[in-house]
């Protein structure tokens, strides 16, 4: 059954009344499509402005009105049996392998294949490169037990998945305070008999650095090796083409074996899509290869899924013949120049600059407070003050054996104008003085009282006690907010304090403006505090 609201605006659609969503069972009656089509969006307009989510890789917020159309027109095909379709791939595999300098004898029939996102690329790689060293150690009469892997600490998840789905030793070249990416000589000293191939990424997540594929590639020529190198563009592999042509990271080196690529990054498809293009075909065993012949589409194929619609093959096509190189290098040129001056404005504000400028990483700034060991809010404290605000921002721990370094990261894309631009400063620098004048939670309860007023069944001394116990409870991964919270409760329980009451309205004010913060928790905070003030003032 349907939980019902009354809305007068749903008479013009013959509806006395407007359902709402159901949640857990699909309903027995039917909707029509115009009230169904409204309560869904309004559902994911709780994800805010996606314009003002400045977290997300994915680059693509807008695409042009012929792309939506033609993306749209090919929803409905299946890519396994529209031989159409097939043909776009194999145009946008070999415009993508000439672009990464393939080999010029791979040139006529570059080897890859589109994939539902990056985690499918990667695995596609790996068991590739897992299959090729079995192979090769059979026929040398060696066991091909306990295969390994090297990568950096600051792979994206979908690396471990990969090594833990296909029972692969995973061997991390850890990060360190000074340095956020893998270090060549550390990863090439790693490499024994067991090794399948190592993973260098073209742009980490963290800082969107640039790890040094060439100097790894130099080392395991010099020691004669023949160990495969894996290179995880998802994120670079749009940018470096057009901003530093003359970078060497691509199969211009002789061990890069693979390299995969995301296009709804920074290749401006708006859908999901992932590429991964090998060198030549001797780097993809024979037995990974399955024929399908539906439809008399007599094709090999070596993806994950069997099924995908063709939309996102499509829109890739789309973007690669209409932007042209021309397209691409001056996109790619701008945000790395508003990259370079966002870093700046922050640098100029106090903050620390993390990431690399001048084309030496991605369009990303990467970037953290300054130590002061006086300062009672962190890197978390500022997102939630910007989400207040309308931005989505995300504030994390840097990669194993660093990840005491706490970092915040703004995706610089394609819709962050300067107007945009101009406006986050503003925004953070306001959020960053809010949070100064906040007085810490230390700071207003160390002080014992001299006498315990009653209010409310609790003495001021026990119930200041009760509210930071709960508030430890409460402790989620943002300790900005519960300082927030801790920081207005306290001054709470002195409310009737003549010095103190002007203090708590001011800081109740700023606390209204935060639409971060949880009214739940609120609520929680001020029953254990003994008293609705709280409440009163945050919500009058």
Same mark, same amino acid.
Request: aromatic share 8%.
């Given at each position: 059954?349907?939980?019902?609201?009354?809305?007068?605006?749903?008479?013009?659609?013959?509806?006395?009344?407007?359902?709402?969503?159901?949640?857990?069972?699909?309903?027995?009656?039917?909707?029509?499509?115009?009230?169904?089509?409204?309560?869904?969006?309004?559902?994911?307009?709780?994800?805010?402005?996606?314009?003002?989510?400045?977290?997300?890789?994915?680059?693509?917020?807008?695409?042009?009105?012929?792309?939506?159309?033609?993306?749209?027109?090919?929803?409905?095909?299946?890519?396994?049996?529209?031989?159409?379709?097939?043909?776009?791939?194999?145009?946008?595999?070999?415009?993508?392998?000439?672009?990464?300098?393939?080999? *010029?004898?791979?040139? +006529?029939? !570059? @080897?890859?294949?589109?994939?539902?996102? #990056?985690? %499918?690329?990667?695995?596609?790689?790996? /068991?590739?490169?897992?299959?090729?060293?079995?192979?090769?150690?059979?026929?040398?009469?060696?066991?091909?037990?306990?295969?390994?892997?090297?990568?950096?600490?600051?792979?994206?998840?979908?690396?471990?998945?990969?090594?833990?789905?296909?029972?692969?030793?995973?061997?991390?070249?850890?990060?360190?305070?000074?340095?956020?990416?893998?270090?060549?000589?550390?990863?090439?000293?790693?490499?024994? *008999?067991?090794?399948? +191939?190592? !993973? @260098?990424?073209?742009?980490?997540?963290? #800082?969107? %650095?640039?790890?040094?594929?060439?100097? /790894?590639?130099?080392?395991?020529?010099?020691?004669?090796?023949?160990?495969?190198?894996?290179?995880?563009?998802?994120?670079?592999?749009?940018?470096?083409?057009?901003?530093?042509?003359?970078?060497?990271?691509?199969?211009?080196?002789?061990?890069?074996?693979?390299?995969?690529?995301?296009?709804?990054?920074?290749?401006?498809?708006?859908?999901?899509?992932?590429?991964?293009?090998?060198?030549?075909? *001797?780097?993809?065993?024979?037995?990974?290869?399955?024929?399908?012949?539906?439809?008399?589409?007599?094709?090999?194929?070596?993806?994950?899924?069997?099924?995908?619609?063709?939309?996102?093959?499509?829109?890739?096509?789309?973007?690669?013949?209409?932007?042209?190189?021309?397209?691409?290098?001056?996109?790619?040129?701008?945000?790395?120049?508003?990259?370079?001056?966002?870093?700046?404005?922050?640098?100029?504000?106090?903050?620390?600059?993390?990431?690399?400028?001048?084309?030496?990483?991605?369009?990303?700034?990467?970037?953290?407070?300054?130590?002061?060991?006086?300062?009672?809010?962190?890197?978390?404290?500022?997102?939630?003050?910007?989400?207040?605000?309308?931005?989505?921002?995300?504030?994390?721990?840097?990669?194993?054996?660093?990840?005491?370094?706490?970092?915040?990261?703004?995706?610089?894309?394609?819709?962050?104008?300067?107007?945009?631009?101009?406006?986050?400063?503003?925004?953070?620098?306001?959020?960053?003085?809010?949070?100064?004048?906040?007085?810490?939670?230390?700071?207003?309860?160390?002080?014992?009282?001299?006498?315990?007023?009653?209010?409310?069944?609790?003495?001021?001394?026990?119930?200041?006690?009760?509210?930071?116990?709960?508030?430890?409870?409460?402790?989620?991964?943002?300790?900005?907010?519960?300082?927030?919270?801790?920081?207005?409760?306290?001054?709470?329980?002195?409310?009737?304090?003549?010095?103190?009451?002007?203090?708590?309205?001011?800081?109740?004010?700023?606390?209204?403006?935060?639409?971060?913060?949880?009214?739940?928790?609120?609520?929680?905070?001020?029953?254990?505090?003994?008293?609705?003030?709280?409440?009163?003032?945050?919500?009058?």
């Amino acid at each position: 059954m349907f939980s019902t609201v009354i809305d007068p605006s749903a008479a013009r659609y013959g509806f006395a009344a407007q359902p709402q969503l159901p949640k857990n069972e699909m309903p027995e009656a039917e909707m029509p499509e115009e009230i169904v089509s409204r309560l869904i969006k309004v559902k994911l307009k709780l994800d805010g402005d996606l314009s003002r989510n400045i977290s997300s890789f994915d680059a693509t917020t807008f695409a042009d009105e012929e792309a939506e159309k033609l993306v749209a027109e090919s929803s409905a095909k299946n890519d396994i049996n529209s031989p159409g379709v097939a043909d776009i791939q194999s145009r946008c595999v070999c415009m993508m392998g000439r672009l990464f300098h393939a080999p *010029e004898s791979a040139l +006529g029939s !570059c @080897v890859g294949i589109s994939c539902g996102g #990056t985690s %499918e690329a990667i695995m596609l790689a790996v /068991v590739a490169m897992k299959k090729r060293w079995r192979n090769h150690r059979l026929a040398t009469g060696r066991s091909p037990d306990r295969p390994n892997i090297i990568m950096s600490s600051a792979t994206q998840v979908g690396w471990r998945k990969a090594a833990r789905y296909f029972e692969i030793e995973e061997k991390l070249v850890y990060c360190t305070h000074e340095r956020y990416t893998m270090d060549p000589t550390d990863a090439v000293a790693m490499v024994d *008999e067991n090794i399948i +191939g190592i !993973c @260098v990424i073209l742009g980490t997540e963290y #800082t969107g %650095e640039y790890e040094d594929v060439k100097a /790894v590639n130099d080392y395991l020529v010099k020691t004669a090796s023949t160990v495969p190198i894996h290179v995880d563009a998802a994120i670079g592999a749009f940018v470096v083409p057009f901003v530093d042509p003359a970078f060497e990271w691509d199969f211009r080196l002789e061990r890069v074996a693979s390299i995969n690529v995301s296009s709804h990054r920074y290749g401006f498809v708006s859908s999901c899509v992932d590429w991964v293009i090998w060198r030549s075909r *001797e780097y993809v065993p024979q037995e990974l290869d399955f024929n399908n012949d539906f439809f008399d589409t007599n094709r090999a194929s070596f993806t994950l899924n069997n099924s995908t619609s063709a939309s996102h093959i499509v829109g890739q096509y789309y973007q690669l013949v209409r932007r042209g190189k021309k397209g691409y290098r001056t996109v790619m040129s701008f945000l790395t120049k508003m990259a370079d001056s966002l870093s700046d404005c922050l640098e100029m504000l106090g903050f620390i600059i993390m990431s690399k400028k001048s084309g030496l990483g991605v369009p990303v700034v990467a970037f953290r407070l300054p130590p002061d060991q006086e300062r009672h809010y962190d890197e978390f404290s500022v997102a939630d003050q910007l989400r207040g605000r309308g931005w989505v921002v995300p504030a994390f721990n840097m990669a194993p054996h660093a990840a005491n370094l706490k970092l915040l990261r703004v995706v610089v894309r394609e819709d962050f104008t300067l107007d945009s631009c101009r406006q986050f400063l503003a925004d953070i620098k306001h959020s960053v003085s809010v949070l100064d004048q906040l007085m810490p939670v230390r700071a207003l309860v160390s002080k014992p009282t001299r006498k315990r007023t009653q209010v409310g069944g609790l003495g001021t001394g026990s119930r200041e006690e009760h509210v930071l116990t709960t508030l430890r409870r409460m402790q989620g991964p943002s300790s900005g907010l519960s300082e927030l919270i801790a920081s207005k409760v306290a001054v709470s329980t002195v409310i009737r304090r003549p010095r103190s009451r002007s203090r708590f309205l001011t800081l109740a004010a700023v606390l209204r403006q935060s639409t971060s913060t949880s009214c739940q928790a609120m609520r929680t905070v001020s029953s254990a505090a003994g008293t609705t003030s709280l409440a009163a003032c945050l919500h009058p």
